[in-house]
């Protein structure tokens, strides 16, 4: 964790909440392709090192917007899979 080169830390938390959650490898694995596509069509990117502008001083998110997505969309997940619902 913090290296900026692979997959952003939110996203990576959020699978392995989906996973604990469901307990199911198919599920957690079709769970995360549809966190990712919205997480990469809404912020541009799903890597560390291209959301924050490193090499291209274009920033794409923050961190805490990262965290914020990546929860939302887990969130998502988890209502559909019957693993959470929100009061």
Same mark, same amino acid.
């Given at each position: 964790?913090g290296?900026?080169?692979?997959?952003?830390?939110?996203? *990576? !938390?959020?699978?392995? %909440? +989906?996973g604990?959650?469901?307990?199911?490898r @198919?599920?957690?694995?079709?769970?995360?392709?549809?966190?990712?596509?919205?997480?990469?069509?809404?912020?541009g990117?799903?890597?560390?090192?291209?959301l924050k502008? *490193? !090499?291209?001083?274009i %920033? +794409?998110?923050?961190?805490?917007g990262?965290? @914020?997505?990546?929860?939302?969309?887990?969130?998502?997940q988890l209502n559909k899979?019957g693993?959470?619902?929100p009061?």
């Amino acid at each position: 964790m913090g290296n900026m080169e692979g997959t952003c830390d939110a996203l *990576v !938390g959020a699978g392995i %909440v +989906l996973g604990m959650a469901t307990k199911d490898r @198919a599920k957690s694995r079709s769970g995360m392709r549809q966190i990712m596509m919205r997480f990469q069509e809404k912020n541009g990117a799903t890597q560390c090192k291209a959301l924050k502008g *490193v !090499g291209t001083n274009i %920033v +794409l998110h923050e961190c805490s917007g990262c965290v @914020a997505d990546a929860a939302e969309f887990l969130e998502e997940q988890l209502n559909k899979q019957g693993c959470y619902s929100p009061k």
